[in-house]
Each structure stands twice: as C-alpha cells, then as structure tokens.
C-alpha cells in the first residue's frame, strides 16, 4: 500500500494527525491540476490556485464524507471538491454582477467551459447534476478532465476502464450537456 493510500485510511480511522501528513503529499499534484485550471480562467479573477487547492483540501479532509478507498478515488473526491468551488465562485459573481439573468450557452469546445462566464458554468453545473441521475461515472469522468485537469490514460485508471471508454464517455457527455443546455435556452 503506498503512504497516500495509508494515510487516507488512517484519515478513515479519525486519526486527525494524519491529515497534516497528506497534505505534503498530494499537495503539488492539487496544486498543478488547479493552477492548469486556473489558468484557463479570465485575468483578475479573486480565486487563485492556491486558495482552489487549500480549500479543496479543507473541504476533504475536514468533511463528514471521508471515505476514500485509494489515491485515485481521493483524487476523484478533490475534482468533485474543485468543481463545486468553481461552481460557488461562479454562482457568488453571478448574483453581484449579472443580476442573475441566464444567457445563451454554447458549449461547442467544452474544454473552454472554465473560462466560460459564470453563468455559462452555472448552467454546466445544472446539467452535470442532471446528467449524473443518469450517467453517474461519465459525470466524473468529465470533472475529472475538465475540473482536475487529468489525462484519458489518468482518467482510465481511476475510473478502471480502458482510454477508449474514457473517450466514448466523454463524446457522450459532451453530445448530452449540448443538447440539454441548448434545449433548456431554448425555452423562455
């Protein structure tokens, strides 16, 4: 068993010690997956790299659902934990500067979503939480490309099915989110 996986499971255990130990370990790799993201964000934003991993990290380790059975699953938690800062960033910025008026969402090149406006991915959001109803693991494995900034061969392993699989889930997710956002904009 490698030390992050120890560590997970001691974190399990309710061994608070053990937290302080991770973090020096899956640190950097959350830091690079957020600032790939970060990146992708328009210049000025208020929510830096770090401040994405510091929080997520928080969010994990102090939460109420610890129970991860290995790295790749705690790194699947960390992209669902990005994903929904971004997602709260992107909900406090629409309710103070677009009065919360929806626009229209094209989502032709998903992997620009993050630099989408914010309500462009509050939309996302919505339509990943009804896509998950159905397609729960094609939900993960679009956070973890687009929110965690993973690779097909990254993805594969953590989901446990081939890069060709990875691909056909993403094509499907992709085709799904359109059509679904298209249909919600379409309606007034």
């Given amino acids: 068993m490698n030390e992050v996986t120890r560590i997970i499971n001691a974190i399990e255990q309710g061994d608070k010690g053990a937290a302080e130990k991770l973090l020096p370990l899956v640190y950097e790799e959350l830091r690079i997956l957020a600032a790939q993201k970060m990146a992708q964000e328009k210049p000025g934003q208020t929510l830096q790299a770090t401040a994405l991993v510091h929080e997520a990290y928080l969010r994990l ?68 939480t009804r896509l998950d109803k159905e397609k729960p693991t094609m939900v993960k494995a679009i956070e973890l490309q687009y929110f965690a900034g993973l690779t097909l061969g990254q993805i594969s392993e953590i989901l446990g099915v081939s890069e060709r699989t990875v691909s056909s889930y993403l094509a499907y997710a992709r085709a799904w989110l359109y059509r679904d956002m298209a249909e919600r904009n379409a309606k007034p």
């Fill in 61 to 128: 380790v102090e939460g109420e659902d610890q129970h991860w059975n290995s790295r790749g699953h705690f790194f699947k938690a960390a992209a669902e934990a990005m994903r929904r800062i971004l997602v709260e960033n992107a909900r406090r910025k629409k309710r103070l500067k677009r009065g919360g008026h929806r626009k229209k969402v094209s989502i032709d090149n998903v992997d620009l979503v993050i630099d989408a406006p914010p309500d462009d991915l509050v939309a996302l959001d919505e339509a990943l």
